[in-house]
């Protein structure tokens, strides 16, 4: 998954959530590096473009809000279509969805942009 994120959107300089498959040199934030999702201590817009893998069991709004304050750019792989709304500022740039697992169970890669004033 990696590889086509990076050939289509560029390479992302954070990941949050599930890392398998994340080069090393990438910023990793999850609970496994000591960061809770919810109360991140980046400024705004610290890192150019996130990668974020949450679990699936949930849409985690608070957590994808705050994390997406800290980003100018993120790409979310989710079972579920992500609102545009919960992301101030945000355009959709791209979703595609993708077959991934045993099941072939359906993704969408959903990448936002943060739309500069």
């Not at 910023?27 to 919810?38: C, I, L, R």
């Not at 996130?50 to 800290?70: A, C, F, N, S, V």
Request: overall charge positive; proline content about 6%; aromatic content about 14%.
């Amino acid at each position: 998954m990696w590889s086509r994120i990076v050939a289509r959107f560029g390479a992302p300089d954070v990941a949050f959530g599930k890392t398998d498959g994340i080069p090393d040199g990438i910023a990793a934030v999850d609970t496994n590096t000591g960061f809770e999702w919810s109360h991140l201590p980046f400024e705004d817009n610290h890192f150019v473009f996130g990668y974020w893998d949450p679990p699936y069991d949930r849409l985690y709004k608070r957590e994808g809000m705050e994390i997406w304050r800290t980003l100018r750019r993120i790409a979310i792989l989710h079972t579920h279509i992500w609102p545009r709304a919960w992301l101030a500022n945000a355009e959709r740039e791209a979703m595609v969805a993708i077959t991934m697992g045993p099941m072939k169970q359906i993704r969408c890669l959903q990448v936002f942009r943060k739309k500069i004033a």
